[in-house]
């Protein structure tokens, strides 16, 4: 079992950043991928990035591209996704996710664990 809690979210205006943690617990990681998804006001859950966690590969959904970065640190077992030139568009809650094969996925499904999630709302 993988235990993920998120932090982070908050309210900021068009073009601000904001950076989420994820700090998961209870089992390694080196097998494993990592992924941030988000969930808009009626929509599905959709990918945002993901990476490996043994090699730090990194992988976007293509409307973040450039503006969000995820990343890890291996030590304190926590991954990162980096919002910048924030959008209204990105208003979501954000939830964390491992999957428990290194390759990374896009779907939704293929993820085994979840956090709670955390709100960001971009508003003028």
């Known amino acids: 079992q993988v235990q993920l809690a998120e932090s982070g979210g908050g309210s900021v205006q068009p073009g601000a950043s904001l950076s989420l943690s994820c700090v998961a617990s209870?089992?390694?990681?080196?097998?494993?991928?990592m992924g941030w998804f988000r969930q808009g006001p009626g929509k599905e859950r959709e990918f945002v990035a993901a990476i490996r966690w043994y090699n730090g590969a990194t992988y976007y959904a293509d409307s973040v591209k450039g503006r969000f970065t995820i990343s890890r640190d291996r030590a304190k077992n926590t991954v990162y996704l980096q919002m910048n030139s924030l959008k209204h568009e990105d208003t979501a809650v954000y939830y964390c996710?491992?999957?428990?094969?290194?390759?990374?996925?896009?779907?939704?499904?293929?993820?085994?664990?979840w956090g709670q999630g955390t709100q960001v709302t971009v508003s003028s």
């Open positions: 996710a491992a999957k428990e094969r290194v390759i990374v996925s896009t779907i939704r499904s293929e993820y085994h664990y």
């Open positions: 209870g089992r390694a990681l080196d097998s494993h991928a």
